[in-house]
């Protein structure tokens, strides 16, 4: 049972983002790479210093079928990479659900090359409106991720041999 490749490794890192989520509309992330070198995370929530979907009493603040309240993963990603003076020219992202135009079209001004993600979600539009709204420079990589799979043949098998080592300590 080896390593996990470098994509699943990248989405791996990208699902363990994803807790830190505080609508639990969608707990999407997003990480941004540089080759296999992690740059930036970003997972959907609200503004620094304002309360979240998940707070007790608060909710979602919808409009239009969407809780507005987050800034979305991609959206926080990229704003991470800038907060830092990180440039992400050339980077690929990775997603654990497919991002929609609005970001799309942030990621590819904001220099990302590709974007990997997985899953279905009606906010990624259709060929056609990515075409005329996001056009030609980056690419949209479906990937086929199996969670469960990838959780139980790495991180379990992390934790039960992590188990084995630590209870000889104590």
């Given at each position: 049972?080896?390593?996990?490749?470098?994509?699943?490794?990248?989405?791996?890192?990208?699902?363990?983002v994803a807790v830190r989520g505080t609508c639990n509309r969608?707990?999407?992330?997003?990480?941004?790479?540089?080759?296999?070198?992690?740059?930036?995370?970003?997972?959907?929530?609200?503004?620094?210093?304002?309360?979240?979907?998940?707070?007790?009493?608060?909710?979602?603040?919808?409009?239009?079928?969407?809780?507005?309240?987050?800034?979305?993963?991609?959206?926080?990603?990229?704003?991470?990479?800038?907060?830092?003076?990180?440039?992400?020219?050339?980077?690929?992202?990775?997603?654990?659900?497919?991002?929609?135009?609005?970001?799309?079209?942030?990621?590819?001004?904001?220099?990302?090359?590709?974007?990997?993600?997985?899953?279905?979600?009606?906010?990624?539009?259709?060929?056609?409106?990515?075409?005329?709204?996001?056009?030609?420079?980056?690419?949209?990589?479906?990937?086929?991720?199996?969670?469960?799979?990838?959780?139980?043949?790495?991180?379990?098998?992390?934790?039960?041999?992590?188990?084995?080592?630590?209870?000889?300590?104590?």
């Amino acid at each position: 049972m080896g390593r996990p490749n470098s994509l699943e490794y990248k989405f791996l890192v990208t699902l363990a983002v994803a807790v830190r989520g505080t609508c639990n509309r969608l707990r999407a992330a997003a990480t941004i790479w540089a080759g296999d070198r992690l740059l930036a995370t970003g997972y959907n929530g609200s503004a620094k210093g304002q309360p979240h979907c998940d707070d007790e009493g608060v909710g979602h603040y919808m409009v239009a079928g969407h809780c507005i309240r987050t800034i979305y993963a991609e959206e926080n990603a990229l704003l991470q990479a800038a907060e830092y003076g990180i440039s992400v020219k050339g980077c690929e992202m990775v997603v654990n659900v497919p991002p929609c135009l609005r970001c799309l079209m942030r990621s590819k001004n904001s220099g990302i090359i590709r974007v990997y993600y997985t899953g279905e979600y009606s906010n990624i539009g259709s060929q056609q409106e990515r075409d005329i709204l996001v056009g030609p420079g980056i690419e949209l990589v479906k990937v086929e991720i199996d969670f469960k799979k990838l959780v139980r043949e790495h991180i379990l098998r992390v934790l039960l041999e992590n188990e084995a080592i630590f209870s000889q300590v104590r």
